[in-house]
Nanobody, 126 residues
Framework: QVQLVESGGGLVQTGGSLRPSCVAS????????MGWFRQVPGKERALVAAISRISARTVYADSVKGRFTISRDNAKNTVYLEMNSLKPEDTAVYYC???????????????????WGQGTQVTVSS
């Protein structure tokens, strides 16, 4: 069983930065593609960014390109989401997710990811 624990959310003003992280309790973290998703009340969970397991290829939602950066440290079983130039519309619960089955393919679909963290709240004030 894989457990994912996010931390590093919080309250920040428009234009500020946050760097949530997600630690995975698994022996073979490098085998998992990792993603960050976000969700606001009344809307479906949506991809923010994802990173492949070995080559560290990345994909981003159009709304965060140039502002957010996903990275991973396989030695620390950790994935990060560097968020800069934050906007009020970035306010959401951010979830970390892990995908073992897709190999080097990076999925943007939440249903593909087998394991999820509990989420961390990010609030951007105007």
């Amino acid at each position: 069983q894989v457990q994912l624990v996010e931390s590093g959310g919080g309250l920040v003003q428009t234009g500020g930065s946050l760097r949530p992280s997600c630690v995975a309790s698994v022996r073979t973290f490098a085998n998992y593609a990792m993603g960050w998703f976000r969700q606001v009340p009344g809307k479906e969970r949506a991809l923010v960014a994802a990173i492949s397991r070995i080559s560290a290829r990345t994909v981003y939602a159009d709304s965060v390109k140039g502002r957010f950066t996903i990275s991973r440290d396989n030695a620390k079983n950790t994935v990060y989401l560097e968020m800069n130039s934050l906007k009020p519309e970035d306010t959401a619960v951010y979830y970390c997710a892990a995908d073992l089955r897709s190999g080097e393919y990076i999925s943007t679909r939440p249903a593909v990811y087998e394991y999820w963290g509990q989420g961390t709240q990010v609030t951007v004030s105007s």
